[in-house]
């Protein structure tokens, strides 16, 4: 039997492969920059070169059952990545459809969210529940549903886009095109801006003034410093965030939110006020019984994700 | 052996709060017979049940026999599908937890299923209605309160504890309207009929302009809906705010989901198109661009009556067959 996968993650800067045994134990992990490719073709070229020189120098290409990618706005249903606003190849790129060409056997491809989701419902924090959700926290935010122990995809492969629900009604311009969205708000950029503003707002000292850059990192390490404007960044934050998240969780009463990604290390600063806006807004019903999580497995979540999504699809190769 | 015959009918019963209706539905989603009890007569739910009971067995005599009957659906208020309590109601007069499939199996000795109205109306849209063929869409149920169902995949989404779909009290405005849930701003405050009537309340403060609302004792949205039609121009603008505001909860709701379609049951839908064209408006303008224009926004096509106990028959078809007469 072919006992194990390869798990690709594709971020903005790097892409990320590893050989994943039927347990989740990462037998051999490669890294390269995912931007020295500007063109697809040459970028999925390049991929399957690095695969098949990965799998043959740790126990041999024939093992490989399948392969799991998890990419920026992937859409499952059809195995393309549809629209990335951050990578270089625009439009819509077959890419499943591309690299199964190369690689003769089963590929499968989920945008970041669903894989995380499929990560921890197979080896993290998630492991044994059928309603959940988990929500990226980064640059964007977006998020993925289990509905019974199934990923809910939505008719067209979109759902998920949590990040684009409308919080305050003509508010912040989002990169969508759109007005309020809460990625506006509570992603990345959206963080930075709300320092700005309560900065130029108010005269009081701050550690975020000296900074030489802002970023929600450094908003952190003022907060910990006891700075009163950086912990009011994080509090307006999670204000937002945990009223968004009420809306959520009284539409799917999931057993637990799952966060991950690069915001949710602000943790406390974050999420005591994101937690108790949650349990302001959510529905009685519910109240008090979702739990709040932090995923178990950060670093190696993508790839072992991507491993378990490989797992999920049929088997088919041209080598028998 | 061969089996040559199925039981070939099911036992809907909807209740709501001034009357629950009860009917006997054949496979193909045929009303073969109906009655009604008036809640004002039956206090308890003990009396509710026996004379629900005695009322459904002598439907049943007449119309073919207990034989024939395959198992039985409730509809109810805050049912509740996992546990097959009625759990709070806010509405009905019976409070805490009613356990009232196990209380309706054990007279009937059949298998009894409860969901709430979303749900069981939800899967009346999707056996016998406008949802046939869908897999993933949401069937809104705006009147009294407002409650939703989800289907993902072809299934119910009932949530970990079975209280999904609560799409009424995810907030909209931070520190809006006060809602009878406790929380602030909940859209339920401000597009169920409580909500509707309070809008137009604030707008007749607001505005001096003249208004067939004005001076009515004991308004309600079919009233305004009235009004639109005879083209009363405050009347329009409550039904307006109602869907603009409606609009945003869905898109909300649709970039999460990403459903084929949104169907609009329930009293306030009655509205028709002076509250759907505005909410489809603001639908587009507030959903995620990947999924704008693809979700369509419909209104309900089961009348009333049907919808309710189709909705209820078609959850008696989900439950496992069980039967003390065999």
């Not at chain 1, 005591?272 to 349990?279: I, K, M, R, S, V």
């Not at chain 2, 909940?186 to 137009?200: K, M």
């Not at chain 2, 308004?219 to 639109?228: A, K, N, R, Y």
Request: charge should be negative; proline fraction near 2%.
């Amino acid at each position: 039997m072919k006992n194990r996968v390869v798990g690709v993650d594709i971020s903005v800067k790097r892409t990320t492969m590893a050989i994943v045994d039927v347990r989740g134990n990462i037998i051999a992990k490669e890294k390269f920059a995912t931007n020295d490719y500007s063109n697809a073709n040459e970028y999925v070229a390049a991929l399957s070169e690095k695969i098949i020189m990965l799998t043959e120098a740790n126990g041999g290409y024939d093992k490989i059952r399948s392969i799991g990618m998890s990419a920026p706005s992937a859409n499952y249903l059809t195995g393309c990545i549809e629209n990335a606003a951050n990578l270089p190849w625009k439009g819509v790129i077959p890419l499943a459809a591309m690299l199964r060409d190369m690689m003769g056997m089963a590929v499968a491809l989920a945008n970041d969210a669903h894989v995380a989701a499929l990560g921890e419902y197979t080896y993290g924090v998630a492991h044994g529940m059928q309603n959940f959700a988990v929500i990226t926290l980064g640059h964007g935010i977006g998020s993925c549903l289990f509905s019974d122990g199934q990923v809910h995809i939505g008719a067209e492969g979109f759902a998920g886009e949590v990040g684009h629900i409308c919080v305050e009604h003509e508010g912040r311009q989002c990169g969508c095109g759109r007005r309020g969205c809460l990625e506006a708000y509570c992603a990345h950029n959206g963080i930075i801006r709300t320092a700005e503003e309560l900065l130029a707002e108010s005269d009081k000292d701050s550690l975020m003034r000296s900074l030489p850059e802002i970023t929600p990192r450094t908003i952190v390490d003022c907060c910990e410093k006891g700075d009163e404007l950086a912990i009011e960044v994080y509090r307006q934050t999670g204000v937002r965030l945990g009223i968004a998240i009420a809306g959520l969780a009284s539409l799917m009463d999931p057993e637990a939110i799952i966060f991950t990604a690069g915001i949710s290390n602000a943790g406390k600063w974050l999420f005591d006020p994101a937690y108790d806006a949650f349990e302001r807004h959510v529905f009685h019903n519910i109240k008090g019984h979702v739990k709040f999580l932090r995923s178990s497995l950060e670093r190696e979540l993508d790839v072992l994700g991507a491993s378990a999504l490989a797992w999920g699809i049929k088997e088919y190769s041209l080598f028998k | 052996m061969l089996g040559t015959s199925i039981k070939t009918k099911v036992l809907g019963v909807d209740i709501g709060c001034e009357r629950t209706l009860f009917a006997v539905v054949d496979v193909r989603g045929n009303i073969l017979a109906k009655d009604e009890i008036r809640m004002d007569t039956v206090p308890g739910v003990n009396e509710f049940v026996s004379v629900l009971c005695e009322r459904m067995q002598s439907l049943v005599d007449e119309h073919g026999g207990y034989e024939n009957i395959r198992s039985l659906g409730i509809s109810a208020p805050s049912g509740n599908y996992m546990t097959g309590n009625i759990e709070n109601s806010g509405n009905l007069p019976w409070k805490g937890q009613i356990p009232l499939a196990a209380m309706m199996r054990d007279r009937l000795g059949l298998a009894v299923c409860v969901a709430n109205d979303a749900h069981a109306r939800a899967m009346g849209e999707w056996t016998y209605g406008c949802a046939h063929g869908m897999k993933d869409f949401i069937f809104l149920m705006l009147g009294y309160g407002l409650g939703s169902c989800l289907f993902s995949n072809g299934h119910v989404h009932l949530g970990a504890n079975g209280f999904a779909g609560e799409i009424g009290h995810c907030c909209v405005y931070a520190h809006g309207r006060q809602c009878s849930c406790g929380s602030l701003g909940c859209l339920e405050s401000y597009c169920a009929s409580r909500g509707v009537i309070q809008t137009a309340q604030e707008l007749m403060d607001e505005n001096t302009c003249p208004s067939l609302m004005r001076g009515v004792e004991n308004l309600t949205p079919e009233m305004i809906t009235d009004f639109c039609e005879q083209g009363d121009e405050l009347a329009i603008e409550v039904y307006r705010k109602t869907g603009f505001i409606l609009g945003i909860g869905m898109a909300n709701y649709a970039s999460v989901i990403n459903p084929e379609a949104i169907i609009i049951g329930g009293g306030i839908a009655g509205a028709g198109h002076w509250l759907i064209d505005p909410a489809n408006e603001s639908f587009e303008q507030h959903v995620f661009h990947n999924i704008s224009n693809k979700v369509k926004i419909i209104p309900s096509v089961l009348s009333d009556e049907e919808r309710n106990v189709l909705g209820a028959s078609a959850l008696a078809w989900d439950v496992k067959e069980y039967s003390l007469f065999k």
